[in-house]
Every structure is written in C-alpha cells, then in structure tokens.
C-alpha cells in the first residue's frame, strides 16, 4: 500500500509541475490540471491514512503527555484513541452516505467526466478500515500489560 501512496504523490507532483510549467512558460495550463489535483489529493489523503492509523504515526501534540506515565498514560492514550475512532467513524458514515447519493446522481467530474461515486467509495472505506485499526490499538491501551 506504501507503494501506492508514493505513486500517487509522484503523480500528483508531475501533475503540478506540467501545469505550473505550461501555465507560466507557455501560457498554456494543463487542460484539466486543478480537476486532476483535487482527485490526487484526496486519494493520497486516503490512502495514506491506513498506513499512519495501522503504525500509530499520527501526528500529536505533547502538551500534557508529560503529566502522566504508568497506567494512567495507557488510558488516557485508550481515550484519545478512542476519540479519534469516533471522529473516524463519522467521517466513514457520512462518506459513504454521500458515496451513495454520487452513485445515485452518476456524478462525474467538469471536463474529464470521471464517475464520483467510485472515489467516494474509496475514501469511505479507508475511513473504515483507519477506524478498525485506531479501535485496536486503543484496545491495546486498555488491556493490562504483561510484566516480565
């Protein structure tokens, strides 16, 4: 799947950099350039956001994380990942409503006419399967540690 991310970053960098390029060279923009960097971006958000959900490699913040340690740590982690699942969830839920609604319409995008749904669709379920994986390591925070 790392793969696949990086093949769409480079496609999306070789995308902005022809459009740019034709744009302030050639007075000549890639014809559908902005259509095809929202595309891009949107499926390298959500094909990366498996990979940091299943790595726990999410970005944080550690205002108060010093405050704590031990088994009091391990459950505010639980928490936090257990507020992200929620949020996650949501994302899912309303992703795949609108996915439905794309379908229904048969949505294509401006000038390449490409079907929405099927992007929608994707983006739906890595918000599902980001929320199993966050739910799990959650559950990890949760479970009492083995001493040895």
Not at 1 to 20: E, G, P
Not at 61 to 82: K, T
Request: with cysteine; proline share 5%; net charge positive.
């Amino acid at each position: 799947m790392q793969w696949v991310a990086a093949a769409t970053l480079f496609a999306l960098m070789a995308v902005v950099t022809v459009d740019v390029t034709g744009r302030y060279l050639f007075n000549r923009p890639l014809p559908a350039g902005y259509e095809m960097v929202q595309a891009l971006m949107g499926f390298l958000v959500f094909t990366t956001l498996p990979l940091l959900s299943r790595t726990n490699d999410q970005i944080s913040l550690g205002l108060i994380e010093h405050r704590f340690s031990g088994a009091v740590d391990r459950w505010r982690r639980g928490v936090v990942q257990l507020l992200s699942a929620a949020v996650l969830a949501f994302l899912a839920w309303r992703l795949g409503v609108h996915a439905h609604k794309l379908a229904l319409a048969q949505d294509v995008t401006p000038v390449l006419q490409l079907p929405l749904a099927p992007m929608a669709w994707f983006m739906t379920a890595a918000a599902a399967v980001s929320t199993v994986l966050v739910l799990l390591h959650a559950f990890r925070c949760f479970s009492p540690q083995r001493r040895s």
